[in-house]
């Protein structure tokens, strides 16, 4: 793409936006508040890069692993995605369960809105006939990104689809999960044969261990999510959706899938993580649309220990749209 691609709509006040090559692709865009950066690439249609300014990546990269996969192939280049939801009905939406369709990670349109903003627009899918929109936003101060993840219905026959967020990390063991109020103790959704152990902290804190062997997935009635990566965990929470939350399926809200595992103490590169959220399923005709509004954030873990971190996480997520 070229520069003429970045259109700036109003007075651009707040986090600043700049072009940059990214994992080999040249139109991607920076945005920073002079405390976090954030990376999209239009070409692929997903956030590439969250994290402290000269710190860690937050998100997984696979750019390396997956510019030497076969041209025709199917890539996974980590980092976050939005697909629609739910994957069960691919198959009749265009006639596969696997790659996904084309047009929700084919090159797309970006602009930077005014207040620094980046609104990124993909092409019309053929086979569904809809298109994935994300604005996303970083606050004027502090680590807060704001993502508004949403699926224009352009054309074609009605469908029932919600919007299904995916953001990829490095391996870990061990993940968190706020419940909604009232909850004692976490709807687990087993998505197949993985076993993931749980536990409940805090009161209303789910800490779940990944499965020992390759895989697994699980789904959970939550509000919102939390990652440790040493000393620093990345939350993430939706905060609005377009569609009634009490009636998103159970199970299904949060889910966590592990792919890869290492061996003897021995990582493995390909290995990570999946953090997903997923919007009630709506009927969708054409000039209709369906949205979920998700938050990032980073916080400071002074304590390796998981029952001090899950009984952080409520105060941390106060505007959680799942909350009770």
Known sequence: MSDSVISTQGEAAGPTCERVACAGFTDAVRM?????ELIVVPSIQRIFHYGYIGGPNMLWDNS??????????????????????PHQRWEQWIGRMFPPPPGVERAGEVDVLAGGAVRLTGPIDKAMGLRVVREIRLAETGTRAVIINTLEKVKGEPMD???????QVSDRDEVYCLLP???????????DNGGWARECLAGRVAHLCRPAKDGGKVGVDGCGLAVVDGDLAMLQWPISDSGDVKKIIRGERVQFYAHGRGTAGVPDPAAYLELEFSSQI??????????MTVAWALRPVTEDDPAAV???????????VDRG
């Open 32 to 36: 920073t508040n002079g405390t976090v």
């Open 64 to 85: 390396e692993a997956a510019r030497q996969a076969p041209v025709r192939a199917w890539k996974n280049w980590g980092g976050d995605k939005v697909w629609p939801w």
């Open 161 to 167: 689809c919600g919007v299904w967020t995916i953001s």
């Open 181 to 191: 109020e009232g909850q004692d103790e976490p709807f687990i959704k087993p998505f």
């Open 282 to 291: 709506q009927r969708l005709e054409p000039g209709m649309s369906a949205s």
């Open 310 to 320: 899950a009984a952080m996480l409520d105060a941390w997520m106060p505007d959680a």
